[in-house]
């Protein structure tokens, strides 16, 4: 595929990438991204997320960039199963952001949180509607939304984003 490099779109720059499913880690080989395998991932909800987190803490201090992806709630989306998949949002609430926004805290780093498309439990297939977006780190101020939901993401300050404009704003210093 033609796709441009990360350090050429943004120079000086790096970039790596987390994750389980073989397409993810594609985009990252073909961007030049540094693709970080870890023991025990799987792309569902048995996945290794402690090793995920103590992957990407550990390449944020080597690159400006660092995708963590976890697979399991679109899994258990497509799969129909509402419980299975309350309990992916759980985990990964409880797995990957709590010990990721602990270990960030009080430091010179911005991050986000998001899907990479919705997967609605009714369709079981993803659909092209625009995904709730939640920045934090410096100079990010709050805009007074108080829930992660595609309802109250439009409420947001952000405003509708495209996925180079959210690199920007977590690059930007």
């Given at each position: ?63 400006d960039?660092?995708?963590?992806h ?104």
């Amino acid at each position: 595929p033609d796709i441009t490099a990360f350090s050429e779109i943004y120079p000086g720059r790096t970039g790596a990438i987390i994750s389980a499913v073989d397409v993810v880690k594609g985009i990252g080989k073909c961007t030049g991204m540094e693709v970080i395998d870890v023991p025990g991932a799987t792309g569902f909800i048995d996945t290794n997320y402690a090793g995920k987190v103590a992957a990407a803490l550990d390449a944020i201090k080597r690159h400006d960039l660092v995708y963590l992806h976890v697979e399991a709630v679109d899994e258990c989306s497509h799969m129909g199963d509402l419980k299975l998949k309350m309990q992916a949002i759980e985990d990964f609430d409880a797995k990957i952001m709590v010990p990721v926004m602990e270990a960030l805290k009080g430091q010179d780093i911005r991050f986000a949180i998001l899907p990479d498309h919705p997967v609605p439990i009714k369709l079981r297939k993803h659909t092209t509607t625009p995904v709730p977006v939640s920045v934090c780190g410096p100079g990010i101020e709050p805009d007074g939304v108080e829930y992660f939901s595609e309802r109250q993401a439009p409420c947001g300050g952000l405003g509708f984003m495209r996925g180079m404009e959210l690199v920007e704003l977590l690059l930007k210093k």
